[in-house]
């Protein structure tokens, strides 16, 4: 399989390695903007450039931070999410089997596999609403036992560097195919020098800026971000299911969780459950903390439960067929133009 996406890995048991203040101090810059220079992380952290450079360069090593990446509205594309919780009754040796099989799905964005709970997997891709039968028929199995599928409304994600929420938005944007091409690259790495990506996208280093600051002013670019695996030092990670009693409250309480310190974001879906975020936690204990930012919303919470991430098998920020798919509508539509 070509490793042209961050594949942001949660193993069952990695290897540990203890970080210090400093280390989860770029950790959570590059989180907040990938693109951040060594300059500016060596004046918050207080170490040299050189320094920085180095502890950067160990944990990529270690396998804590696993790439940088570009987290991108593809709702404003034209494309929707959806999720997908499934359970299915077969022996453990079948299920690798059948997650080999989900794998050759080629719009699939993420494969999270779940301890306990309803569902052995969460599953999250990108499909247009006319191809949605052809994309769920990957997942077709004999021993499916539970099949639980939503609509992702909006998607939630904190910006570490500037603590904003980050929502993205079914309002259509206008995105050419220099602008997509300038996605992809950034998804693959985003912290690439502009000079480079400038030549891969076929535009000088000034166009290409131009381009990435107009993709962020229209919030299909959502953040510039470090991914980092937090098992790797000794993290555990949940997800938060969600359901409401209406839906008016959905997105304060999506906004309310993804500002916790334990958050790698959440969505909103249009079925149950209603709300689904991500958490990383030390210590069991801040599961409390997570219901307590839950407290004034009780009213409205008709049940919420925790599940607990076995392994993150598959991440996939752009898949290369919405990639594909994407080209051809420009290129259909500027032969339409033409005309």
Not at 19 to 34: E, Y
Not at 158 to 173: F, G, L, P
Not at 317 to 336: A, Y
Request: net charge positive; proline share 2%; aromatic share 8%.
């Amino acid at each position: 399989m070509a490793m042209n996406y961050i594949n942001w890995v949660v193993q069952k048991s990695p290897p540990l390695y203890k970080i210090d203040s400093k280390d989860r101090k770029i950790i959570q810059l590059l989180s907040g903007n990938s693109r951040s220079s060594l300059k500016s992380i060596s004046k918050e952290v207080k170490i040299s450039e050189v320094a920085v450079f180095r502890r950067i360069r160990r944990l990529e090593k270690q396998g804590i931070i696993t790439g940088h990446t570009c987290l991108i509205d593809f709702q404003k594309l034209g494309f929707d999410i959806y999720c997908v919780g499934i359970k299915v009754n077969v022996a453990h040796k079948e299920k690798e089997g059948y997650i080999q099989q989900m794998l050759k799905n080629p719009f699939l964005s993420q494969i999270v596999a779940l301890s306990g709970g309803k569902w052995d997997f969460l599953v999250r891709f990108f499909s247009k609403r006319e191809n949605i039968e052809e994309v769920i028929s990957y997942f077709d199995h004999p021993q499916i036992e539970r099949f639980d599928l939503s609509q992702i409304s909006r998607l939630f994600y904190e910006r570490k560097d500037t603590a904003e929420v980050m929502k993205s938005s079914t309002k259509r944007e206008q995105a050419d195919k220099k602008d997509i091409s300038i996605l992809h690259e950034l998804a693959i790495d985003s912290r690439q020098s502009i000079t480079d990506l400038a030549l891969k996208v076929g535009l000088s280093a000034k166009q290409t800026m131009e381009r990435i600051k107009n993709l962020l002013q229209k919030k299909i670019i959502l953040a510039l971000s470090a991914y980092s695996n937090p098992m790797v030092y000794g993290g555990m990670g949940f997800l938060l299911l969600i359901e409401t009693k209406m839906r008016s409250p959905q997105e304060k309480i999506a906004t309310k969780l993804v500002r916790h310190k334990t958050s790698t974001g959440g969505w909103v879906n249009l079925q149950t459950p209603n709300i689904i975020t991500g958490h990383i936690i030390s210590d069991l204990k801040e599961l409390d903390d997570i219901e307590d930012e839950m407290a004034d919303d009780r009213e409205s919470i008709k049940t919420w439960n925790f599940v607990k991430i076995d392994e993150q098998l598959y991440y996939n920020f752009f898949p290369d067929k919405i990639f594909e798919l994407l080209i051809q509508e420009r290129e259909s539509q500027r032969i339409l133009r033409t005309r």
